[in-house]
């Protein structure tokens, strides 16, 4: 680790490397108690944020990461994992990109299910901390997706994570760098869970989108004009105006964000009993909404908000050949991150 023009005294933010069993971690702090935040270098993932309140100690968990190792080696449910090189499914494992077509999982048959890029499982190293006494930042870098390393894609990328956290908020920035010499098909997104220390069926919710994207019995998109369903025609699935999430089961990609302040466009989730809200910010793309209805453990415990650069199956849309393909030399970034907007009583 090295020291990215700060390092941490008595009055600023400090950082502590661990485990979680044999993982590496390192957890982030407040001088005052305010924010703690634990990331695995696996993946560059999340496992917990949470928020100081009351008494010195105590504090709220913000978000339903992965417990142990077990479930961060297991992967299921993709909890806080970053999607790199592509979010969500890609439809059978195949794709045409550059005139070539590309198996992600040659040679398998029956369940062709693949899904959410191989960046939540590669190794990271943290190459950059700076503290000051109102936040720390830190970058982690992973180089491992390569030729030869993923079959189905033989493109070279570098993948900087940069986490900044705030005593109330956590943003993240992902940046791609194409190294090979070809075009890369590429986009990121996020997959957090998030609660409010409530079951999400008490929560309310507000998505600033005017689209549904529309998918068949797999969730893959449909072809064409059908793909796109105007909310107004879906009243179901509006949340624009914000209401009580109940019994809705919903694995949807919402498009069209309007953006707020500082052209940021911002889904609210919030507590009517308390006036906590969690607002899920985002620069552009699209909006992915998971009640985790079939998670194998604390079913629909939380929420997963998902802001995505792009919707599923993208490598296999015309078009959004031009938003996925990424030059070599050539870098982009997806910033987003979560503010905390604490209880009222």
């Known amino acids: 680790m090295t020291g990215g023009g700060g390092g941490a005294t008595a009055d600023t933010f400090r950082i502590a490397e661990g485990h979680l069993g044999d993982e590496p971690t390192v957890t982030v702090s407040a001088p005052d108690g305010a ?13 917990s944020w ?16 992965y417990r142990d190792e077990a479930e961060l080696r297991s992967q299921d ?9 592509f ?19 040659p040679g398998r048959v029956g369940d062709r299910t693949v899904y959410h890029g191989f960046a939540r499982e590669a190794p990271f190293r943290l190459v950059a901390a700076t503290m000051t006494p109102d936040s720390a930042r830190l970058l982690l870098r992973g180089t491992s ?17 940069e986490y900044t956290i705030g005593r109330r908020e956590l943003g993240v920035e992902i940046r791609a760098t194409n190294v090979g010499e070809t075009t890369a098909p590429y986009a990121a997104g996020w997959h957090p869970y998030f609660t409010l220390s409530r079951p999400i069926d008490d929560l309310v919710l507000r998505i600033p989108a005017h689209t549904l994207i529309r998918t068949d019995a797999s969730l893959i998109p449909l072809r064409g004009k059908d793909a796109l369903l105007p909310l107004d025609r879906c009243p179901d699935m509006d949340f624009r105006t914000p209401r009580r999430l109940g019994d809705a089961v919903i694995d949807a990609c919402f498009a069209d964000l309007a953006p707020g302040p500082g052209a940021r466009a911002e889904t609210v989730l919030s507590d009517p009993a308390t006036g906590a809200e969690l607002r899920v910010w985002q620069h552009g793309g699209y909006l992915h909404v998971f009640t985790g209805d079939t998670l194998a453990r604390d079913r629909r415990g939380s929420i997963a908000l998902e802001p995505v650069e792009v919707p599923t199956d993208a490598f296999n849309r015309p078009e959004l050949a031009t938003a996925v393909s990424l030059e070599p030399g050539r870098r982009r970034e997806f910033r987003f991150g979560v503010a905390y907007v604490p209880s009222l009583h």
């Open 87 to 105: 979010p969500n499914r890609v439809a059978d494992g195949r794709y045409r990109h550059g005139g070539r077509d590309h198996d992600l999982l």
């Open 77 to 85: 449910g993709v909890r806080a994992g970053l999607l790199a090189p």
């Open 35 to 47: 924010v703690r935040a634990v990331l695995a270098l696996r993946g560059a993932t999340l496992l």
């Open 50 to 65: 949470q928020v100081g309140h009351g008494a010195a100690g105590q504090f709220t968990e913000l978000t339903d990461g």
């Open 145 to 161: 997706i390569r030729p030869g390393r993923h079959p189905g894609y033989p493109f070279a990328l570098d993948l900087d994570v």
